[in-house]
């Protein structure tokens, strides 16, 4: 079992930056590939970014691309996503998710998710 706690999130305003974490328990994080994922009111879970376990591939919702950056310290058993030029739409509940083999874009096909954190970025 892996356990995912997610952090950073926060009132921003427009133009501002935060940086998400995703710390893993349990087991070891650098064997899995992560994404992550948001959630607006009366929206669906959309899929904003994802690392392979290696770090080495990383891949992005053309809404967030340009702006946002993931990355990932296996040392840390934590995956990170850094949100810049942050806009009022980026505002959702941003949740993590792991899953034992390739990169997924679709929530439900990962195995394990944590339980979300807010990011709030005022116009």
């Known amino acids: 079992q892996v356990q995912l706690v997610e952090s950073g999130g926060g009132l921003v305003q427009a133009g501002g930056s935060l940086r998400l974490s995703c710390a893993a328990s349990?087991?070891?994080?650098?064997?899995?590939?992560v994404g992550w994922f948001r959630q607006a009111p009366g929206k669906e879970r959309d899929f904003v970014a994802a690392?392979?376990?290696?770090?080495?591939?990383?891949y992005y919702a053309d809404s967030v691309k340009g702006r946002f950056t993931i990355s990932r310290d296996n040392a840390k058993n934590t995956v990170y996503v850094q949100m810049n030029s942050l806009k009022p739409d980026d505002t959702a509940v941003y949740y993590c998710?792991?899953?034992?083999?390739?990169?997924?874009?679709?929530?439900?096909?990962?195995?394990?998710w944590g339980q979300g954190t807010q990011v709030t970025v005022s116009s």
């Open positions: 998710a792991a899953r034992s083999t390739a990169v997924a874009g679709k929530f439900s096909e990962y195995d394990y």
């Open positions: 690392i392979s376990w290696s770090g080495g591939n990383t």
């Open positions: 349990g087991r070891t994080l650098s064997s899995y590939a």
